[in-house]
């Protein structure tokens, strides 16, 4: 029952795939680019129009936006119960349980904008919310790791695996926070968007391995 907050990790990255895959096939149509394409093409559609209750393409989405949005607030919240616990292994340290703190303000932020993010769909009338939690949660994510990285750096009981794989995801993480801000604007070009649209996917599949690798890692963690 101890390890509960870790394992449910699991579930909610599988559930929250579950969803997305489920949110993609009932996905009607539509880019920003292009509103006469059929279905959900994984290069030029951005998650976030999963969640939009009217899609791209005019035809009603509620379905697909229920989905999505449900998948991302139980994402959410299974992370922030997990972080609970990995939290708890920095306390022999001072030092890095210091710093952990201020990771965990920054990672609180992170999951409050994400869960916001579902809240503000992509549509007309909540797009400026969307985007302005959209980038609150990726740059919060950043300094979450950051502080994460340098925590882990000052624990003797953490071993390097768990560094180097925290400092790739903070790599990661500034790469699409630069692409994203400064990158080819997707409301331009089917090539722009492919650009944007595949940065998003493969940052999403960063945190969720670097989350799976971390409850993997706290389990064994909490066994000895």
Not at 30 to 43: N, S
Not at 76 to 95: A, C, R, W
Not at 119 to 136: G, I
Request: net charge neutral.
């Amino acid at each position: 029952m101890d390890n509960f907050r870790i394992k449910q990790t699991f579930w909610g990255i599988g559930i929250f795939l579950l969803l997305n895959f489920i949110s993609m096939i009932l996905y009607p149509g539509g880019t920003i680019i292009d509103k006469d394409t059929d279905g959900y093409l994984f290069f030029y559609n951005f998650l976030s129009n999963l969640g939009e209750i009217t899609a791209r393409n005019g035809e009603d989405n509620f379905i697909s936006s229920v989905l999505f949005n449900t998948s991302l607030i139980l994402v959410s919240i299974s992370f922030l119960i997990f972080y609970s616990k990995y939290f708890q292994f920095f306390k022999t340290e001072k030092k890095s349980y210091n710093l952990i703190k201020v990771a965990l303000f920054f990672l609180i932020i992170s999951i409050f904008s994400f869960i916001c993010i579902a809240l503000f769909t992509a549509d007309e009338t909540s797009f400026d919310e969307h985007v302005f939690f959209v980038k609150l949660a990726f740059r919060s994510l950043f300094l979450f790791a950051i502080f994460q990285s340098i925590a882990i750096h000052y624990n003797n009981q953490m071993n390097n695996q768990l560094l180097f794989v925290s400092i790739l995801f903070s790599l990661s993480m500034i790469l699409f926070i630069l692409m994203m801000d400064y990158g080819p604007n997707p409301f331009e070009s089917n090539s722009a968007l492919f650009i944007q649209v595949t940065s998003q996917k493969v940052i999403a599949f960063c945190i969720l391995l670097n989350t799976y690798f971390q409850a993997k890692e706290s389990l064994i963690f909490s066994s000895k």
